[in-house]
């Protein structure tokens, strides 16, 4: 299996410019997760999906980010306008259902590096 | 999540046995413990998992003490790659179950 893929690896972009990221699951995954890691706040789970309907968005910062799940191997995260406080990293990770009492796992993409200058 | 406390920063000679404890205090009785790590650069990895009993696989082994309120990973002959962030985690029901990751503990091995 490819593992989680995600794109673009790096980003460099402008204060104000549109930023989209990009996720393709593991196959046969029902749940995906986008997460967020900068020194000051560890990594922080943004969204996640079940079956690509959005459960918890809660940790969404604000309503210039958005995600989508338009089918079971794809989803985005898209931030529009983009600050310079947006760089972090962006990973991206799916499991076959939630961990708690079932005792499954999830995987991580290697991350999508965002710098907003 | 079961709040979940782990050291900052640990430091293991290579070679030896590296122990990282996690103190789960509020872990109810059908919440797993998980451990991940994260190496510098890389997204977070799935290490060991364990309920009641002690769990060992290729990478690691767990131990969960009998009243489930800490447990220790032991990571048997460190290696210099083993040097990353451990983060202990205890997703509960009412919270979807999703993984919440605290600050972990940073693993030094050294030579």
């Known amino acids: 299996d490819a593992g989680v893929i995600q794109s673009p690896r790096h980003e460099v972009t402008e204060m104000g410019q549109e930023v989209t990221l990009r996720c393709k699951p593991i196959s046969g995954h029902d749940y995906l997760f986008w997460y967020r890691q900068t020194m000051m706040r560890g990594l922080e789970l943004l969204i996640y999906?079940?079956?690509?309907?959005?459960?918890?968005d809660s940790g969404m910062p604000e309503d210039r980010f958005s995600a989508k799940m338009p089918n079971a191997s794809f989803s985005t995260l898209k931030i529009q306008p983009s600050e310079p406080r947006d760089s972090a990293v962006y990973f991206c990770a799916s499991s076959r259902r939630l961990t708690g009492n079932s005792g499954n796992t999830i995987y991580f993409g290697e991350g999508s590096w965002l710098t907003v200058v | 999540d079961a709040k979940t406390t782990q050291p900052p920063s640990m430091d293991c000679a290579e070679g030896r046995a590296a122990n990282l404890p996690c103190n789960h205090s509020?872990?109810?009785?059908?919440?797993?413990v998980y451990w991940y790590r994260q190496i510098h650069s890389q997204g977070p990895q799935y290490i060991i998992h364990g309920l009641k009993n002690n769990e060992t696989n290729e990478m690691a082994s767990l131990i969960i003490t009998e009243d489930r309120k800490s447990s220790t990973l032991i990571l048997p002959h460190a290696t210099l790659r083993d040097t990353a962030v451990y983060y202990c985690?205890?997703?509960?029901?009412?919270?979807?179950?999703?993984?919440?990751f605290g600050k972990g503990t940073s693993l030094l091995v050294t030579p």
């Open positions: 509020t872990i109810s009785g059908n919440e797993y």
């Open positions: 999906f079940n079956n690509n309907v959005p459960i918890d």
């Open positions: 985690i205890a997703p509960v029901s009412n919270s979807g179950y999703a993984l919440n």
